[in-house]
């Protein structure tokens, strides 16, 4: 019934399932690709003199993976391709020269054609009639290629020039796919609940292998290894086990659906060989050989986030098993309040001179996004969590302008050294120099980072561009609080103290005691967990299967990753804080019209000294606002924005 329930919310509640019509939408499209792939081949081969016999034998084809492979994409996603070509058809000249050509020659069909080659994986972006392709190249040393070529077979590796790591990387994508399908015991089961952990994943916010969090096939590894351990569970209590299994499971285990095999020289995901290995976070290990890390993006505070939603999954997959009615799919799918989860922000804005330099420029921005978190909390020795929204924000008042966020705030575990000022300005300044290394970059490409506050953000960034009122969190996380008939076992009452800047009162702070549902403050990505009484499954797996996942995900291989409790959030103590990547962007016809959110435009000075923010403890024997007998140090975290030097963009 819970399974049935599920399906259903899926389908008509969700809407995840595309109709007949845009399926033969599809194929009709990926029918005319291959067409094109084929008539490309030939005309290299006739341009490099080949006979004409020869000529009428070359041959590419084109293969799918990704979400349209495993049967799960919904409507509108777009299609993950695989060209493979002859040994006399480079990646530079014949994938991103001629055929880019070709493709800008059809602008009746094929739309939004960006290149992208700087990525992991090389890659052709484009709409064809309204679908949207990535297109990646992968090389073979072969004259012709075959029809029935088959790539799941290692062998077809060897046909891989030596050192040619992007074509063993374009297959790695196909192979996986084909994988992970013949390693399932039941393909229908696999593909229900992984729909539901993607629909979950982007509600959440963490679906974006780019922003740092977890992308399509990582999600499908990790769903399908919960399927092997639960081989005879339905999809409902997939997703329950799902999230038990991963809010025990100790990081930086790696996760395997097979053994790592070594074979054809390639090298594989190895931490005691390989130095590089050993600092990945979270390795989702591909099964297909040779076998790699796909989830090596994530840093420290993307998987501090995901982690907090593992747990957040999980308790409500404990009340509703439960029987508690307060709880069910639509609870576990609810949107994460990005905009009201934090008080500090990161604004990346963008601009261009048109559409396709546009296009180019955000994509390229995008994928940069994740060494500005590195940058911070390398800079700050983790002082700081940086949470990347997936996605950015386009301002429908200026031509061509867009706008990334990234929310921060203060990492508990971090000890704390009193008055020890953080300087951001030299993150911000090697991440710019970084974006505009861009070898594509042309006039008017730029790009700015600001410091806003929360009361402050864009309200183009919220639906319609009306701002919403402030609420309680009415859905999971007051409800959480509330005393459950079926919990045992004690649940907090939420009580804060926020500190609020007015902005207007000279830097004075006003203090208001907020109670219970008025104005809980967001930011702690970590609620408390509602206890439940043991669940009663619907459906019986493999006891000892099921006691094998409970072992495993708890295997003290590595020192458990410590979880905060609750993670303050950061507080203004003086004047808004001003611009501190402002640059000279007057040149700029769009960037212009920029202002900075404290209305105050770029600031000409080398360095901003003034405007500090602190990030202040709860660990204090006498409250702050209290006048205590004696002088009482204020352990505090200055956070020096500084702002650029002008030109620096």
């Known amino acids: 019934m819970k399974s049935n329930e599920l399906e259903r919310y899926l389908r008509n509640d969700a809407g995840l399932y595309e109709c007949r019509e845009e399926s033969l939408i599809r194929e009709e499209v990926l029918g005319r690709l291959d067409e094109i792939v084929k008539q490309w081949v030939k005309a290299i081969s006739r341009g490099k003199g080949f006979d004409e016999e020869f000529v009428e034998e070359a041959n ?3 293969f799918t993976f990704g979400s349209y492979r495993l049967g799960v994409h919904s409507p509108g996603a777009d299609i993950d391709t695989l060209c493979v070509g002859p040994a006399y058809v480079t990646r530079e000249e014949g994938f ?6 070709m493709l800008s020659e059809m602008p009746e069909e094929v739309t939004e054609l960006n290149p992208v080659h700087d990525a992991h994986v090389p890659v052709l972006k484009f709409k064809f009639n309204g679908v949207s392709i990535d297109l990646v190249y992968a090389r073979l040393s072969l004259p012709v290629i075959p029809e029935d070529l088959d790539l799941s077979q290692d062998s077809i590796l060897q046909h891989v020039s030596a050192g040619d790591e992007q074509t063993v990387r374009s297959l790695n994508g196909c192979r996986v796919t084909d994988r992970i399908l013949k390693l399932v015991p039941n393909i229908q089961t696999f593909r229900t609940t992984l729909r539901c952990i993607r629909l979950w994943a982007k509600h959440r916010g963490v679906y974006s292998n780019v922003a740092g969090f977890l992308g399509g096939i990582n999600w499908a590894l990790l769903v399908a290894f ?9 999809p409902s209590l997939l997703v329950s086990r799902f999230f038990r299994v991963y809010t025990q499971w100790r990081w930086p285990n790696p996760v395997l659906l097979c053994p790592i095999k070594e074979g054809l020289g390639l090298q594989v995901w190895d931490p005691r060989r390989n130095v590089r290995d050993r600092y990945h976070l979270m390795p989702i290990i591909t099964p297909a050989y040779p076998s790699m890390n796909s989830s090596y993006n994530v840093s420290q505070s993307t998987l501090c986030i995901m982690l907090g939603e593992f747990q957040r ?9 439960a029987e508690n009615k307060d709880f069910d799919w639509g609870t576990l799918f609810e949107s994460y309040a990005f905009f009201d989860a934090y008080k500090n922000y990161l604004q990346i804005d963008i601009c261009a001179g048109g559409a ?3 296009r180019k420029w955000k994509g390229w921005v995008e994928s940069r996004i994740r060494q500005l978190t590195l940058k911070v909390e390398n800079e700050t020795g983790g002082m700081l969590q940086c949470h990347p929204h997936p996605g950015d924000f386009p301002d429908k008042t200026l031509p061509y302008h867009s706008s990334f966020f990234m929310g921060l705030q203060r990492t508990q575990q971090v000890p704390v050294k009193g008055g020890e000022p953080v300087h951001l300005g030299r993150c911000v300044d090697e991440f710019k120099w970084a974006v505009n290394a861009y070898t594509s970059r042309k006039t008017g490409m730029d790009i700015r980072v600001s410091h806003v506050k929360r009361r402050d953000i864009p309200n183009f960034v919220f639906p319609g561009g009306i701002r919403r009122l402030r609420t309680s969190k009415a859905t999971w996380e007051r409800r959480q609080r509330s005393p459950q008939p079926e919990a045992s076992g004690d649940i907090a009452q939420c009580q804060s103290k926020t500190t609020v800047l007015d902005g207007t009162d000279g830097g004075q702070k006003r203090k208001r005691q907020e109670n219970g549902d008025a104005e809980t403050d967001s930011s702690s ?3 408390k967990s509602v206890r439940c009484n043991p669940p009663i499954n619907t459906v019986v797996a493999d006891a000892s299967i099921s006691k094998q996942a409970e072992k495993l995900a708890r295997e003290p291989h590595v020192p458990d990753q410590v979880l905060p409790k609750e993670l303050d959030e950061l507080e203004d103590d003086r004047d808004q804080v001003k611009d501190f990547a402002g640059g000279n962007m007057k040149d700029s016809h769009t960037m212009g019209a920029i202002k900075s959110n404290n209305g105050a435009g770029p600031s000409t000075a080398c360095s901003y000294i003034g405007d500090l923010e602190e990030l202040e403890f709860n660990e204090l024997k006498v409250p702050y606002y209290q006048t205590p007998s004696e002088p009482v140090a204020k352990p505090i975290i200055r956070v020096n924005f500084i702002t650029l030097a002008s030109g620096t963009c």
């Open 60 to 62: 590419a084809k084109v």
């Open 96 to 101: 991103f020269g001629e055929l880019y050509k």
């Open 226 to 234: 919960i399927c092997q351990l639960y081989p005879n569970a339905l």
């Open 313 to 321: 999954g999980n308790d409500i997959c404990k009340a509703m098993e």
């Open 356 to 358: 396709d330099d546009f």
């Open 525 to 527: 990505r970590h609620p």
